[in-house]
């Protein structure tokens, strides 16, 4: 049993190594993202004290903490389908990964898991101590990212931004499959991209969206990704639920592996390979 | 579509003019031929295309959905609405996908001229280089982006706007003087290639942030953003103050409604400042292929 975990956990160790090194492109994707961040908080920080007496509950320290936290989880978001996969087909390079006596499905799902994994850990990491400990260290407590009303909080939120790392990779293999039937990365790309900026949060906060259009959200699997742990660490409620917003999270996350797995096996038995 | 043709316009025009300005126009008709070859390219690829201008579509529509939800629930920004940010969010959006459009050759500049060398090749020929950058790809799915921040615009502008010559000149001037903005901005990002290839994403902070922060009135942002968008990168130069001459918002700041609609002739400052900083980063390139 453990022997079979085994190459898809080397995997993930020697790729994650690779990964999450601070580099200059680490360093140039957190600046950007805070600048992002402070770009979205001066909006809705003017909105609000432009404002008087709305009946909204979802209050401007929550939105700023939103955008905060939305920004340090933005390299968990599937985007983009992984290039070398869908290059593989076109090179012919996948016949050698078919001879491997591994799962295919485990296979791509561990290589996109170690993806996102890897490049979330620092900006993770950065973006929240510079939010959360700097901003309120030279008095912009205004600006900062509030500290979660309760440990039982916090650790909830840990629980769901793993699973929405889960979720994150179960998106991105169906994604892989469907580059490797059409060939090429930019139809998949060019519709993932908007679905997922938006349902993640990354246009607006969706606590800001009309009631019944936050009930939407979670017919598509992309608010499973950051916004219901955002929810669950500031605690915004939908008709009272919090944390049993996970259970979204987990209905997905089976829905999306066994699409997943159908689908690749499917993709794998028409596989055409081009090249040599 | 339509430039290849009027480029070609000019190019039959020429015969008389043809001994004044020989080589600017062989540039012209170099530049129309570019343009072309890389439609007639793209075109090759029907669904991709399609498939990608609907997802250009869809992600900067997505901008304004966001836009309508906030206002929705807000009601209203200090003195600002829906159609006013509107004519804000349309022109910023417009002059940002023709930038994109044309300036593509920059952008990828890094990746696909500086690593590889291929930079090599362009200086080895007897033209600008910035004409070939310029001629390199004209991105035709950012024909999504376009049609819906021109639509954005038009509407609004007729909810909120004068409906004069004037007011139609000064938003034309606007989106000219954006698109010289945005293409020098991708000049820069071009230019810092010449030093470092990774870490440029640091740009996308001027080009996809500068749409998403000109989307709303530069007085929302503090004090050194607001400086940074009027005196360093003039996004409000485009948008913010000229249109007051459209909107009659009659911001505080005491300028003078005809300096506002001169403007946008920022942009194009900003764009000739940032070809001289190419110039100067082609004479720092030092090949390393043998």
């Known amino acids: 049993m453990r022997g079979r975990f085994k190459p898809y956990q080397a995997y993930f160790l020697a790729r994650h190594k690779a990964l999450a090194q601070w580099g200059l492109t680490t360093l140039a994707s957190i600046l950007a993202q805070t600048w992002w961040a402070a770009l979205n908080i001066s909006v809705y920080y003017s909105l609000y004290m432009f404002q008087t007496g709305t009946d909204f509950t979802f209050g401007s320290q929550s939105a700023i903490s939103y955008v905060w936290l939305q920004q340090a989880t933005l390299a968990l978001l599937p985007f983009y389908c992984d290039p070398d996969i869908a290059g593989s087909i076109r090179s012919g390079s996948i016949l050698y990964d078919r001879t491997k006596p591994i799962d295919t499905y485990s296979w791509w799902y561990t290589r996109n898991l170690t993806r996102a994994a890897s490049r979330l850990f620092p900006r993770f990491t950065v973006i929240i101590v510079f939010a959360a400990i700097c901003l309120p260290t030279f008095s912009y407590n205004g600006y900062a990212l509030e500290k979660p009303s309760e440990a039982t909080r916090l650790f909830a939120f840990f629980v769901s931004i793993f699973l929405g790392l889960l979720v994150s990779a179960a998106i991105a293999v169906i994604m892989d499959a469907i580059a490797v039937r059409t060939l090429s990365v930019n139809g998949v790309n060019a519709v993932a991209m908007p679905l997922v900026l938006f349902f993640a949060g990354g246009v607006i906060p969706l606590p800001f969206l009309p009631e019944w259009a936050q009930f939407l959200t979670f017919l598509l699997p992309f608010s499973s990704l950051v916004d219901i742990p955002i929810r669950i660490y500031l605690g915004v409620s939908i008709d009272g639920y919090t944390y049993t917003l996970s259970l979204i999270q987990i209905t997905w996350l089976i829905l999306l592996i066994s699409a997943g797995r159908y689908i690749i096996n499917r993709t794998i038995l028409h596989l055409e390979v081009h090249g040599g | ?290």
């Not at chain 2, 070609?8 to 025009?13: R, S």
């Not at chain 2, 698109?179 to 902070?205: R, Y």
């Open chain 2, 1 to 290: 579509m339509g430039d290849s043709t009027e480029n070609g316009k000019v190019v039959m025009n020429s015969t008389e003019i043809r001994s004044r300005f020989p080589r600017m126009l062989k540039s012209v008709r170099l530049y129309a031929l570019y343009l072309r070859l890389s439609i007639n390219a793209q075109a090759q690829y029907k669904s991709a295309f399609i498939i990608q201008s609907l997802g250009q579509l869809a992600s900067s529509g997505m901008g304004f959905v966001g836009i309508w939800a906030l206002l929705s629930r807000f009601g209203s920004f200090q003195t600002w609405n829906i159609y006013t940010i509107g004519v804000l969010y349309g022109l910023i959006n417009t002059s940002f996908a023709l930038a994109e459009a044309f300036g593509r050759g920059f952008d990828v500049f890094g990746s696909d001229f500086v690593r590889n060398r291929e930079f090599d090749r362009l200086l080895s020929r007897p033209r600008s280089p910035i004409l070939q950058l310029l001629g390199h790809e004209v991105r035709i799915k950012s024909l999504g982006r376009l049609l819906q921040g021109v639509f954005v615009l038009v509407f609004c502008l007729a909810s909120a706007g004068d409906f004069t010559l004037g007011s139609f000149l000064v938003i034309v001037w606007c989106i000219v003087g954006g698109f010289f903005l945005f293409l020098g901005i991708f000049i820069i990002q071009a230019t810092l290639s010449f030093w470092t290839i990774d870490g440029l994403e640091v740009m996308n902070g001027l080009t996809y942030g500068g749409v998403q922060a000109a989307q709303y009135p530069v007085d929302v942002y503090p004090g050194w953003i607001r400086f940074l968008f009027i005196f360093v990168v003039p996004f409000s130069a485009v948008t913010y103050f000229p249109t007051d001459v459209v909107l009659h918002y009659h911001d505080n700041w005491g300028i003078v409604e005809y300096v506002k609609a001169i403007l946008p002739i920022l942009g194009i400052i900003f764009f000739c400042i940032s070809t001289f900083l190419f110039r100067v980063g082609i004479s720092y390139y030092i090949s390393e292929r043998n």
